[in-house]
């Protein structure tokens, strides 16, 4: 059974008096374990779909299936509990406290998932260690480099063991160099933890550690 699902999903913006149709019928199934790029330009809808599947907004239409349950039906004061439950999130801009340190940063995250105290220090250390951080926990994100608060970031997501992470440009904000070796970690942990990771990207470096590429183009998905 998929682990992230979804079936004929649409959604639409309303400008004014217009109706601007975004996605067109999207359909994607992931495994666990399973690394799928999705690319397109901008504008095309790959992170109004990542938004989606990730329990941010809801679809006009169409069914979306996360960690075995159809979350499309829910209420809006579901999503949140989804979101904590079952993915973890991965952002182009980081998105770090500029106040906490890489530990604290991961420690806040699991606190959200209502893991405190004695089990958040440990589990954020734990995730820290395995994106190379062990030596950096207690660093302020001012005093990280790109590549270090992106594993910060990556750790996060990692936290609690959700089984679906979700990238939205993870290397917009890196050099070559950095970003191979994210990606080079994103796949490792991915495979060696079972979790399925779905990469919204315009780094065709992506490629080399996905096992799908997938091309959105004015609302509809299609093989690359």
């Not at 149709?21 to 504008?43: F, H, T």
């Not at 998932?113 to 250390?125: C, L, P, S, V, Y």
């Not at 030596?135 to 996060?156: E, H, I, T, Y």
């Amino acid at each position: 059974m998929a682990i992230l699902e979804a079936r004929g999903v649409t959604k639409s913006f309303h400008e004014g008096s217009h109706s601007v149709a975004v996605l067109k019928g999207v359909d994607l199934a992931m495994e666990r374990g399973e690394i799928v790029s999705l690319e397109g330009p901008s504008g095309s809808g790959k992170t109004t779909l990542l938004s989606i599947l990730g329990c941010i907004l809801t679809a006009s239409t169409g069914d979306i299936y996360v960690d075995g349950e159809r979350v499309d039906q829910k209420s809006p004061a579901k999503l949140p509990d989804i979101r904590k439950k079952s993915i973890g999130f991965v952002f182009q801009q980081f998105n770090l406290f500029p106040s906490l340190t890489a530990l604290e940063n991961v420690q806040y995250a699991l606190n959200i998932k209502g893991i405190r105290d004695h089990r958040a220090r440990k589990e954020a250390e734990r995730v820290l260690d395995q994106v190379g951080l062990a030596d950096r926990k207690d660093f302020l994100p001012q005093d990280l480099s790109g590549g270090q608060k992106q594993r910060v970031a990556l750790a996060r997501a990692l936290a609690g063991s959700s089984p679906i992470l979700l990238a939205d440009e993870p290397t917009a904000n890196l050099d070559a160099q950095v970003g191979a070796q994210i990606l080079d970690l994103f796949r490792d942990l991915a495979k060696r933890e079972n979790r399925a990771l779905l990469i919204v990207t315009h780094d065709p470096k992506v490629r080399t550690v996905s096992d799908r590429v997938l091309r959105i183009l004015d609302g509809t998905i299609s093989l690359n």
